[in-house]
C-alpha cells in the first residue's frame, strides 16, 4: 500500500509572483495491493504477475472498469483459481 502526504510550498519570485510547488512524500508500508489503482511495478511486485500479465490487469481495467470484488481478478486472462489463491491474501479491491 502507498500512503502520500501532500504538502504545498509557495516560492517567491519577486514583485508579488509566486511558484507554488505540490510537494508528495510517498511511503511504503507493507500490506495489501489495491488492484483498481496498483501501477504496473505495484502489480509485478504480486506474486506469479510478470510484466505481461500486469499489463493484462491494468487493460482489463480500463475496458470494464474498477474490479467489483478481489475474485473478478479472474475475469483477466491468465489468472485463474490457481494463480487467485496465491494472490488472493495480497490484494484488495
Excluded at 7 to 16: A, R
Excluded at 63 to 86: C, D, P, R, W
Amino acid at each position: 500500500m502507498i500512503v502520500g502526504i501532500g504538502s504545498k510550498l509557495e516560492k517567491s519570485m519577486g514583485q508579488g509572483e509566486t511558484i507554488k510547488e505540490i510537494k508528495a512524500e510517498v511511503t511504503m508500508i507493507p500490506g495489501k495491493i489495491n488492484i483498481n489503482t496498483a501501477n504496473l511495478r505495484q502489480l509485478i511486485d504480486l506474486p506469479g504477475i510478470g510484466e505481461k500479465m500486469a499489463q493484462r490487469i491494468i487493460d482489463y481495467r480500463l475496458v470494464n472498469g474498477l474490479f467489483k470484488s478481489k475474485e473478478a481478478i479472474k475475469g483477466v486472462k491468465g489468472i485463474g483459481e490457481k494463480t487467485y489463491e496465491t494472490l488472493k491474501s495480497k490484494i484488495d479491491i
